[in-house]
């Protein structure tokens, strides 16, 4: 995350789907696994930040509305720990991919949250896994 202080910005690019399930490319060393803990990481070490510039999307202009706050990036991390944390014990539980996205039982905090990716995310944690030590799962 590059910040700007004298904007009171934060660049977070690809880290921050906004109100979205993360997208995770595991081909160029992404981990779902430990996002939860680098966006803590951001949220308790970053001061100073009113909006954050996301990786993808329109410029405000173009969005109808201006780019997410600091307190947006700080509930997406939330959602971010919360959704790993289901999919994780779904996992561990020996549920299918299917079985872990239709019993996500997320707050209801999260319901503007789009979830069409979350099989997509879900597969990429199980991948991920599957090939980590047993420490790491």
């Known amino acids: 995350i590059v910040v700007l202080p004298h904007a009171r910005l934060a660049f977070a690019g690809d ?3 906004e ?11 992404g981990s779902l696994l430990a996002l939860p803990q680098t966006l803590a990481r ?13 990786g993808h999307g329109p410029a405000p202009t173009g969005r109808g509305r201006p780019w997410p706050t ?7 991390a939330d959602f971010t720990r919360e959704f790993v944390s289901a999919a994780r014990t779904a996992c ?12 996500l039982n997320l707050p209801v905090k999260y319901k503007d949250y789009r ?23």
């Open 15 to 17: 880290l921050f789907a």
């Open 92 to 103: 561990t539980n020996g549920r299918s991919v299917d079985e872990a996205v239709s019993g």
């Open 115 to 137: 979830m069409d990716g979350a099989k997509a995310a879900i597969e990429a944690l199980y991948a991920e896994m599957k090939e980590a030590s047993p420490a790491a799962r």
């Open 42 to 54: 951001a949220v308790a070490e970053i001061t100073g930040v009113d909006r954050v510039i996301t």
């Open 19 to 29: 109100k979205s399930v993360p997208v995770i490319d595991r081909a160029s060393g």
């Open 70 to 76: 600091w307190d947006e990036f700080r509930e997406y």
